[in-house]
T-cell receptor
Framework: AQRVTQPEKLLSVFKGAPVELKCNYS??????LFWYVQYSRQRLQLLLR??SRESIKGFTADLNKGETSFHLKKPFAQEEDSAMYYC????????????FGKGTLLTVNP | ETGVTQSPTHLIKTRGQQVTLRCSSQ?????VSWYQQALGQGPQFIFQ???????GRGNFPPRFSGLQFPNYSSELNVNALELDDSALYLC???????????FGSGTRLTVV
């Protein structure tokens, strides 16, 4: 069975501080991992996917198969990063269902 | 404009009633998924349609059903509503080869 765990419900940091949102997953095959973000009063949107190895808005995430983790990191948080972040897993290929974690609410204080 | 529109935005129904939620995707988005998001939870997969055929289903009872139409619109139908069906229902669609799904803003369903 697929499972995604985001251990922190809330995370609060100061502007300019590094931020790391944790995501652990459980899946026996080769999953595809995503981070979705929901800013206040906006819809859920894709932030990044592990297969692209990209950096979006200064965020990066590395898939660690040994630790079954896909933590989201940013070296210097900005106030506009305040949002709800969801880690999600697909069993392989973007055309399959997404299994979401419960989300982490990130607040970046001035 | 992200190309996925859901209606209505809010809805209140009585237990036992039936409800139809609608989603309109942009042209070329031939895969559509529906998710249920309860308060404080991440979205949970209900089912998925590809070219008007259901091709995946989550752990939801048969009273949750759907349709996808040739014009890239889709419906989620829920029969015999229960109080626990109160949630935000999200539609997400995708075109072949896209990076990921585009989500709608959701329909907030309250069952009383």
């Amino acid at each position: 069975a697929q499972r995604v765990t985001q251990p922190e419900k809330l995370l609060s940091v100061f502007k300019g501080a590094p931020v790391e949102l944790k995501c652990n997953y459980s899946y026996s095959g080769s999953p595809e991992l995503f981070w979705y973000v929901q800013y206040s009063r906006q819809r859920l949107q894709l932030l990044l996917r592990h297969i692209s190895r990209e950096s979006i808005k200064g965020f990066t995430a590395d898939l660690n198969k040994g630790e079954t983790s896909f933590h989201l990191k940013k070296p210097f948080a900005q106030e506009e990063d305040s949002a709800m972040y969801y880690c999600a897993l697909s069993r392989g290929g973007s055309n399959y269902k997404l299994t979401f974690g419960k989300g982490t609410l990130l607040t970046v204080n001035p | 404009e992200t190309g996925v529109t859901q209606s209505p935005t809010h809805l209140i129904k009585t237990r036992g009633q039936q409800v139809t939620l609608r989603c309109s995707s942009q042209s070329g988005h031939n895969t559509v998924s529906w998710y249920q998001q309860a308060l404080g939870q991440g979205p949970q997969f209900i089912f998925q349609y590809y070219r008007e055929e259901e091709n995946g289903r989550g752990n939801f009872p048969p009273r949750f059903s759907g349709l996808q139409f040739p014009n890239y619109s889709s419906e989620l139908n829920v029969n015999a509503l229960e109080l626990d069906d109160s949630a935000l229902y999200l539609c997400a669609s995708r075109e072949q080869g896209a990076r990921g799904y585009t989500f709608g803003s959701g329909t907030r369903l309250t069952v009383v």
